[in-house]
């Protein structure tokens, strides 16, 4: 039996987490659109803008900042804040909260929180900050640049949650960079993203027995172990390309429904960065035999990845997903 769900994570066990990693994604993709992308895409740009409706909200957030709320939150776009990432931490000393924000403040924040989500994304990512953070006033924010032009993002971090809005100011990097989830529950059918593991254990359950060994790994990698390898990358477990065309098919519903939890923009411009890192058939999945949190063999952590695709979810001891897609060959 492993017992591994008993143990604490040492990622949030204080306020300030000890484990980072330092990546910035790349450049220069353009996007595919929300259509089957074993078929390909469409031709025209689907990346977030400036004027998309979260990072209007930024701009409004931005131009509403008195003088000393902008010199806590507002850093040159090119501060190495912007590049780091974590399960758990804060990036300013600016809490969501009303001791910071005005009620006007909050409301425009809750603003970007819709306009980078989907519907079931934001009432998902509101229940999971409640309950691991108290909610919105447990997360910090900041704003890289200048809102409105080609080069600003806005960032949210917190206990099991990263989420940006980059008005595609970093093309080609989906979502605008890595970003994070989670929720720090360890039984797997109780928390909110079990849902994910069921899919994606939908797809190992699909395999034939040589399929099967191929795609179990002994021994899971360290949850931010998401560096983009880009094409001379080495990946664990299963080649998509050694699946069967039915197979690939649930592979790729399985990605679109991983997806869901964000908007459609971001989405498009995920699908359209791994069909120019060479599509479906590059990733490869990998199911880690190390944390069986019930021994049930459904498989609580997994990892899809590829040259420009790395989606790392741990759950065990409970919920940590690190989401990194980009093109490693452009950036800079």
Known sequence: ??????????????DVTRRRFLQQVGAGAFALGAVPFLAGGRDALAAPTATSAAETAVKRLYESLNEKQSSVVCLPFNHALRKKINANWRITEARISSEFLSNEQLAIVDDVLKGITSEEGYD???????ADAGGLPGYSFAIFGLPGTDQFEFELTGRHLTLRADGNSVPGAAFGGPIVYGHGVGKPSQNLFFNQTQQVNKVFQA?????????????????????LQG??????GLAVSDMSSDQQELVEQTLKSLLGVYRPEDVDEALAVLKQG?????????YYQDSDLEDDKVWDVWRIEGPSFVWHFRGDPHVHAYINIGLKEQQV
């Open 231 to 236: 094409q001379k990358g080495k990946f664990p």
């Open 1 to 14: 039996m492993n017992n591994s769900a008993q143990r604490m994570c040492p990622d949030c066990d204080s």
């Open 207 to 227: 395999l034939d027995p040589a399929q099967a060994k191929q795609a179990l790994v002994e021994f899971s990698p360290t949850e931010d172990a998401v560096a």
């Open 278 to 286: 060479g599509g479906l058939k590059t990733l490869h999945m990998a």
């Open 124 to 130: 998902k990512l509101q229940r999971q900050m409640k």
